[in-house]
């Protein structure tokens, strides 16, 4: 301690502040070497549950504001959700999105019976070149008949 009287009493100060707080320093370390894995793995579990049941409660808390929309924000980044459940949506919001689909199989079906009815046209127009045409019934088995029956005539 006789180091210390010769110091001014600011300069002793902040020595003795810089001991106490090794000493503290050495002291936390020994604990934390000392004490086991599993009171920080019981305390992280004890904040889990914390943190897992104030989450309902805002949520419950947005719902009887009557809100529409709820925006939460974690760790910088935001998530959308509806505010009211959806027993509580309206019908024609509900009508409104099954929209698209109906507007879809109805466009294939379209679509379908247009391919359908291109392929009976070829086929009649097939079939009436050959009732109405004068050939000998051994054109009929030539490869080069259907050939001849696809090219346009004059």
């Known amino acids: 301690m006789n180091k210390l009287t010769n110091l001014s009493p600011d300069r002793r100060r902040e020595v003795l502040q810089e001991r106490l707080a090794c ?37 419950t808390a947005a719902q009887t504001a009557g809100t529409d929309v709820v925006v939460g924000t ?44 291109a392929q009976v046209e070829a086929a009649a127009e097939v079939d009436a070149a050959l009732l109405t045409d004068d050939l000998p019934p051994d054109a009929y088995r030539d490869p080069g008949f259907a050939e001849f029956l696809k090219r346009e005539r004059p």
Do not use: C, F, M, N
Request: aromatic fraction near 4%.
């Open 23 to 59: 000493r503290i320093a050495a002291a936390l370390t020994e604990q934390q070497a000392a004490a086991p894995r599993h009171d920080i793995e019981e305390r992280l579990r004890v904040a889990r549950e914390q943190a897992l049941a104030r989450r309902p409660r805002t949520r």
């Open 74 to 117: 974690r760790g910088g980044s935001a998530a959308l959700g509806g505010g009211k459940s959806p027993s509580s949506t309206p019908w024609w919001l509900r009508v409104s999105s099954l929209l698209p689909l109906g507007l879809l199989l109805a466009g294939l079906v379209l679509i379908d019976r247009h391919y359908t009815r």
